[in-house]
């Protein structure tokens, strides 16, 4: 297995894949056609010098993905509004005067403000004090510490579950699954086809899911050495030290999707039976949506003869209606948003040399 650098998030009938300052969200909008946009974001810990130091780093870039999910996952949502009961309300008509332009960035702000409240007080405090009522016939507080810990994990699992019996959020599993799966078929060699996709893993060691897991099991190494008598301070360790466990189990992360040791390999298990519960099989469909996302930000052609030299790299074929798409794709260097294929003839250009690029899936050997 290779570093390749890249990363992701399932947005909404999507995937959203990050190479560097560079990142290309591509959907499936409801008329079937995938649309991508790329864009750049100078991530925080690339802005500030201090922020990109161990232990400081987790935390922004936790920062930064919370930034870019929110980014991406709203635009993708832009596609799927409900048109029915479009005629604005009187309210959002003096909301739009009063705050214009600011209202978008406003709300999302607020609601990333909100999410992060409300995910501390279920996660962090809730455990901690549901804990407590055992307090009379545990005495020990080291196991008063584990049981918060398991507490804890047992109601991300149950969170987890509830939230998958949702259709939408069961399909963005399905997406968060294409996202590993891609990322797994070029790291192990693999020439980039819905085929080779298809047959990767979808558990990938450098996941949000396995860095959540983390979280809670240093916290509660946290929690066993730290403690304190009173309520409100007990209360105000579990917000306070997040920001430290947070950037202790970064840096296991990151050592972790770079090793290949055993050791490291069974520490990353838990984490990766935990994906279980936030990836599924997606279909082949989702898995062409993702590879738009990764060939937009990455090269993975170039990155397979650098680091796989024995892997026969299928070349790109340059068929007439090739040359005619290639035109198309010409218009993504902007930044702008663009549409694979507007007109019915591009339209099939392309979709020819989507069944095309898809057909030479020659057997390979795995890993
Ligand atoms: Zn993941």
Redesign the pocket.
Known sequence: MKYSGIGGQAVIEGIMMKNGDDYATAVRKPDGQIEVEKDRYVSLTERVKFFSLPFVRGVFSFADSMIIGMRTLTWSASFFEDDEDSEPGKFELWLDRVFGEKLETALMSLVMVFSVVMAIGIFMVFPMLLSRVLKQVIPSETVMAILEGVLRILIFIGYIKLISRMEDIRRTFMY?GA??KCINCIEHGLPLNVENVRRSSKE?KR???SFLLIVMVISILFFMVIRVDSLWLRILSRIVLIPVIAGVSYEFLRLAGRSDSRLVDILSRPGLWM?GLT?SEPDDSMIEVAIHAVETVFDWRAYLAENFPEQEIPAEKIPAEKILAEKILAGKTSGESFSQGNGAAEQSAAESIRAEKFSDSRPVEAG
């Open positions: 968060h996202e590993h990938h996941c949000g899911t994906q990836t």
